[in-house]
């Protein structure tokens, strides 16, 4: 009886011996199947895509984000917006007090309606003054006519000695005058036409000038009433009602506005993927807030430049967003991004969880023939839950992702 208890109590302790033996190496040198619990799979066909992961934030687009300021000073008499609010291009954010700049205004226009009027004036008695001038010198031709006409009558009797000296004298001088008084007419006119011209000029110089005056007037008034240049939300809000600002070398910021429909992702890729990366590949990104949400996305430009962080090469890449999500997205937020670097169809593909490594063996539980077999696989993609399996299993195998430790096992390798 003592000999059968000593058989028992050595059969009892080699069983122990032989379970510690396999569960510190996993899996024992024999070719007992395995005995495992878990879910199983079956190995199928399908298209596995290859992924760029990486690390963003959301940003505005360039112009999406807008600082709105004040190009005039004075005091701030109403802010019409707050934190959070939607705005539309166009529409009144804040005032800031303009009574002296109606004044002004009202001064511009003004000098305006004088300066109209000087024109006006110049150009209805101009033509006057060139009219009599231009009627003097037509006089003075005729009257020249006249007396050349009678000189010429006296020469030729005086030469007959049908005249006195004397009457001959009298029509050269009446001759002479007609011409210094044709020359007087002519010098008047000229000089009438030239000044009717330079008053012209000066009068319209004024207009110009004045009309340029009360344009900036306006301007500056309606620089008194701030406008959202474009449609947004309004993310800051940097003056308060009754601040004096000074528009001086810059504006001052009275708002931020972003256009939450023009957002993008500044991504910063791993140097070591930079080269899978081309322009207009698809990507999908998420974000803490909503994690379960995958949000579309193209890359739309890759920057030559590197940014090192940590020692670590990263390439900033920016990813255009595909559709409508501004009821969700928001500037700074983080995103994890999965760009589509490559697409393989046909592929022989497993559950990603099923795949274990061990003593540098990349090695996958199968169940073959009723048991439940190690076998060592070689991996090709992998796309977030999915792996790729390029050498070591066939369409249709089950494998296994275990729950629990094999009890025992065959040699790693069995089977293909």
Do not use: C
Not at 55 to 74: D, F, H, I, L, Y
Not at 209 to 230: E, F, G, H, W
Not at 341 to 355: K, M, S, Y
């Amino acid at each position: 009886m003592k000999k059968a208890k000593g058989l028992k109590w050595t059969a009892a302790a080699l069983v122990i011996l032989a379970l510690a033996a396999g569960l510190w190496t996993w899996w024992p040198q024999g070719d007992q199947g395995l005995q495992v619990s878990g879910k199983e799979f079956q190995v199928k066909r399908g298209t596995i895509r290859r992924m760029v992961v990486s690390t963003g934030t959301v940003k505005p687009q360039v112009g999406a984000e807008v600082k709105v300021g004040a190009r005039v000073s004075g005091r701030v008499e109403k802010l019409l917006v707050s934190i959070g609010q939607t705005v539309k291009a166009g529409q009144v954010v804040a005032l800031i007090e303009h009574q002296d700049l109606e004044a002004k205004l009202r001064q511009a226009q003004a000098e305006l309606n004088a300066d109209q009027a000087r024109l006006v004036r110049v150009q209805t008695t101009g033509p006057k003054e060139i009219a009599r001038a231009q009627a003097e010198l037509t006089e003075a031709k005729a009257t020249l006519d006249l007396t050349t006409l009678d000189y010429g009558r006296q020469e030729k009797m005086r030469s007959s000695d049908l005249v006195a000296q004397d009457a001959l004298d009298r029509a050269r001088e009446k001759h002479q005058v007609a011409q210094a008084r044709l020359k007087a007419a002519q010098a008047k006119l000229n000089q009438v036409r030239h000044t009717y011209e330079q008053d012209v000029k000066v009068a319209q110089a004024d207009l110009a000038a004045s009309q340029a005056k009360l344009a900036t007037a306006q301007v500056n008034l309606d620089y008194a009433t701030i406008r959202a240049p474009i449609d947004g939300v309004v993310s800051s809000v940097s003056t308060q009602e009754g601040e004096t600002v000074a528009a001086s070398l810059s504006a001052p910021t009275f708002i931020t506005i972003v256009d939450l429909a023009r957002l993008q992702v500044d991504d910063f890729v791993d140097e070591t993927d930079i080269g899978l990366v081309k322009l207009a590949q698809k990507a999908f990104f998420t974000v803490d807030a909503y994690p379960e949400q995958k949000f579309r996305g193209e890359v739309e430009a890759i920057q030559p430049s590197a940014k090192i962080v940590d020692d670590v090469v990263y390439y900033p890449v920016t990813v255009k967003i595909l559709g409508d999500y501004q009821d969700k997205l928001k500037p700074e937020m983080t995103a994890t991004v999965n760009i589509i670097a490559g697409v393989r169809r046909d592929a022989l593909l497993i559950p990603a969880p099923a795949i274990r490594r061990k003593a540098g063996k990349t090695m996958v539980y199968v169940k073959r023939e009723g048991t439940v077999v190690l076998v060592p696989v070689e991996v090709g993609w992998t796309e977030e839950l999915r792996a790729q399996i390029t050498k070591g299993l066939q369409e249709g195998e089950t494998v296994i992702i275990p729950t629990s430790a094999p009890l025992t096992s065959a040699r790693p390798g069995a089977g293909h």
